[in-house]
């Protein structure tokens, strides 16, 4: 189904939205840039960026009441005051490509770097310190320097991955005109993201490539189976 609706694909010049192509497959280049920020409801966090992903950890003995270990580890969720915070939770803005809006999981697909730009000010106006641990900075409640300590039991960390506009340049988007906006995905199509500005015909082989890459790698697999016996701002608002 997809590739003969890829072989329809409407190209679209200059990010214009036309109503004679709503609910079809287009082809939208050009260099997007951000229309709305994200924000981490749950802590009331903008970031100067249109997609982030939270990534929680809390302190916790991962040994035996006897022999305690204290170390970060990873929970589902935790509660915070009144406040329900999630682990490997998206929290999306938007971009805009010429009239196109762009959002949701098409920003997930354009690649993160971890977040380090946090300020002691914004942390401490969220009852947070700042950690930096093997790359990665954090929002903490507690700063453990020896790891069986029990002091900061129950105590959590959260870290951010953003969407770095400043590495996002020309790219050529494919996905399904809805009113004004481009979606990733509908019950029969999955959307896809180009580097650089590419003709209909490029898309389309390189779509096919990708195509047959995958099937190939599936094949593969299937052999084995059988082989093996089957910048931040703090909102006050």
């Not at 966090?45 to 939270?54: G, H, M």
């Not at 300020?119 to 969220?126: K, T």
């Not at 500005?197 to 995958?214: E, F, H, M, P």
């Not at 299937?222 to 089957?230: E, H, Q, W």
Request: glycine fraction near 10%; include cysteine.
């Amino acid at each position: 189904m997809k590739a003969s609706m890829m072989k329809d694909a409407v190209y679209v010049e200059n990010g214009k939205v036309l109503p004679a192509n709503e609910g079809k497959v287009v082809i939208v280049p050009g260099k997007p840039v951000m229309l709305e920020r994200a924000v981490d409801k749950d802590l009331n966090l903008a970031f100067n960026t249109p997609f982030i992903k939270r990534h929680l950890q809390i302190y916790k003995n991962v040994g035996s009441a006897s022999e305690r270990k204290m170390r970060w580890t990873t929970p589902t969720s935790v509660k915070r005051g009144n406040v329900k915070i999630s682990n490997n939770t998206n929290f999306y803005g938007s971009l805009k490509i010429g009239d196109f809006i762009i959002g949701g999981t098409f920003l997930a697909n354009l690649g993160t770097s971890p977040f380090t730009n946090f300020s002691e000010s914004a942390a401490r106006r969220l009852g947070f310190k700042i950690q930096n641990d093997a790359g990665n900075q954090y929002l903490t409640e507690a700063l453990v320097k020896d790891l069986d300590s029990f002091t900061y039991e129950g105590r959590i960390r959260i870290r951010y991955d953003y969407l770095d506009m400043n590495k996002v340049g020309e790219k050529t988007f494919v996905g399904i005109q809805k009113g004004n906006r481009l979606l990733f995905k509908d019950d029969t199509f999955t959307g896809e993201i180009h580097d650089g500005i590419l003709v209909k015909d490029r898309v389309l082989q390189n779509s096919g490539s990708n195509s047959t890459a995958g099937n190939i790698f599936g094949y593969f697999c299937c052999a084995l189976m059988i082989a093996g016996g089957a910048y931040l701002v703090v909102r006050s608002d």
